[in-house]
């Protein structure tokens, strides 16, 4: 039976009162427009998903009504141009952003990962002028949603042996197969689809939900990222027109430059999900008391708590420099891997440690943890996995490829 004090923690654990952490004076390193934007993110965050979030994730249904909010906070695309329906801001306000959607949760951040990085930035890099006009706009409003289709049933970490194919049919193409773990599918408006020519050359297009042949049914039973939508997508001779197809692009580079774009952004937003885990666990070891002390008091939650801040220290340098070096175009994908695997796997470790800190009350709904940490399972899988970004490192420093 907890004592009145530590009910009252209890009670007051649904109010969201987190506080940013910033150990090394890194908001020193960042603009006005930047503090700005992560500001306005926060409070966006507190007002419209933290009083929701725990109840959609229980329910496994993801917050759909949310998509209108991101667009007019400006979380669809922030560092593409404004001309084209995005933020046109930088790089490090892009991950400022991110950061903090995740910080509520990664099925939000991953709503605005999708729609910017991997819908309007495809279109926007290797689209036509006429595919830019008629789509980005929209997407950037939150008036369009888009989904993503890269992964298919047998090919996630290799996509490069994808089978969905299409065939040449005089002003449209023919598209056939599937797609598999698609985030936003099922609601989407339209799907960025990469698919194989008759030449072998991988394409990009622009297939809409009403398109005949094309369906999106639900992926369900998920136990991570339960506010988020995940479905297939199924093509049964789609007749697409060619002038929905992506010009400016006819190789694996399409896709996996859009997959850059978005691991950057997961770099960032890993670091809120871990700062949200230790923002609670500091608060929870000074109110909560045992052996007639706050365990704040015991070293080996002091060992916990300060490895957690080191670590996210180390995290924000990280995310901090990869923004400076993509603001000057010179961030390579080695290093958005090396980023987007050390942070992802630093907030599930921090997960981890701060769910020992709630002690029995951190397996529950009272507090994010769990929800985090079973979010992270996924972070730590899509967008390439833990293992496929250290390969992609280690290839990088040696010349070599393991994967094959
Ligand atoms: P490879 O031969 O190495 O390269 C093919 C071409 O692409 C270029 N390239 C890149 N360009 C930009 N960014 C990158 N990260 C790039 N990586 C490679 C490369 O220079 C080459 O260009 P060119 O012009 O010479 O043709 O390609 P590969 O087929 O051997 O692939 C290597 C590997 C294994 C690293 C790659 O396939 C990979 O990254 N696999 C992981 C798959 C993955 O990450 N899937 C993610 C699916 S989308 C998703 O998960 C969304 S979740 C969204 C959410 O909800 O937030
Ligand atoms: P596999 O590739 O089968 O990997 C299984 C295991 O084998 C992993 O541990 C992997 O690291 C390991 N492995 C594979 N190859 C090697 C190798 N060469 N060497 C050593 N180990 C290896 N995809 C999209 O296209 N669009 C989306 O919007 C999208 N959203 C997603 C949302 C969710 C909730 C999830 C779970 C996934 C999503 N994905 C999406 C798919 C995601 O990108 C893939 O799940 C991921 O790339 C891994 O593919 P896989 O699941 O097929 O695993």
């Known amino acids: 039976m907890a004592t009145p004090h530590n009910a009252e923690i209890n009670r007051k654990a649904k109010e969201d009162r987190f506080q940013g952490h910033d150990y090394y004076n890194i908001d020193e390193l960042l603009n006005e427009d930047h503090l700005l934007a992560r500001d306005a993110v926060r409070t966006w965050v507190k007002q419209e998903v933290s009083p929701i979030i725990e109840d959609y ?17 400006g979380a669809f695309g922030p560092s593409l141009p404004a001309e084209y329906g995005g933020g046109g801001m930088d790089e490090i306000a892009y991950g400022v952003i991110m950061q903090e959607l995740e910080r509520g949760d990664s099925g939000i951040r991953s709503m605005a990962s999708v729609q910017g990085s991997l819908v309007m930035y495809p279109i926007y890099r290797f689209g ?3 595919q830019k006009r008629k789509y980005l706009p929209k997407l950037g409003a939150g008036e369009f949603i888009g989904c993503f289709g890269l992964t298919e049933p047998d090919h996630g970490s290799n996509p490069s042996g994808m089978v969905t194919h299409v065939r040449d049919d005089g002003d449209a193409y023919i598209l056939n197969g599937a797609k598999m773990w698609i985030t936003n ?52 001779d789609v007749r697409v027109p060619k002038a929905n197809v992506l010009p400016e692009v006819a190789s694996m580079r399409g896709p996996l430059s859009c997959l850059s774009k978005a691991r950057y952004g997961i770099a960032w937003g890993a670091i809120g999900a871990a700062m949200d885990c230790y923002d609670s666990a500091l608060r929870y070891s000074l109110e909560r008391t045992q052996f007639g002390k706050p365990i704040g008091q015991f070293q080996l939650t002091q060992k916990k708590l300060a490895e957690m801040i080191t670590e996210i220290t180390k995290a924000q340098l990280l995310a901090w420099r990869l923004g400076t070096l993509a603001n000057q175009g010179k961030a390579t994908p080695g290093q958005i891997s090396m980023a987007k695997r050390n942070n992802v796997n630093m907030a599930l470790e921090i997960a981890r440690e701060a769910r020992q800190i709630h002690g029995g009350m951190g ?41 094959k």
Request: glycine fraction near 8%.
């Open 128 to 130: 036509s002028e006429e």
């Open 57 to 73: 994730a229980n329910r496994a249904e993801c917050p759909t009504h949310l998509f209108k909010g991101l667009a007019e906070i």
């Open 363 to 403: 397996i529950t709904n009272e507090y994010p943890i769990m929800r985090h940490m079973m979010n992270l399972e996924t972070v730590l899988t899509y967008e390439g996995t833990h293992d496929i970004h250290l390969l992609i490192t280690g290839h990088d420093v040696t010349g070599l490829d393991a994967f």
């Open 185 to 236: 599918s099922p609601v989407a408006d339209i799907a960025v689809v990469w698919a194989r020519d008759e030449e072998g050359k991988i394409r990009g297009m622009i297939v809409e939900k009403d398109f005949k042949g094309f369906s999106a049914p639900e992926i369900h039973g998920k136990w991570s990222l339960r506010a988020s939508i995940t479905g297939e997508l199924v093509f049964e």
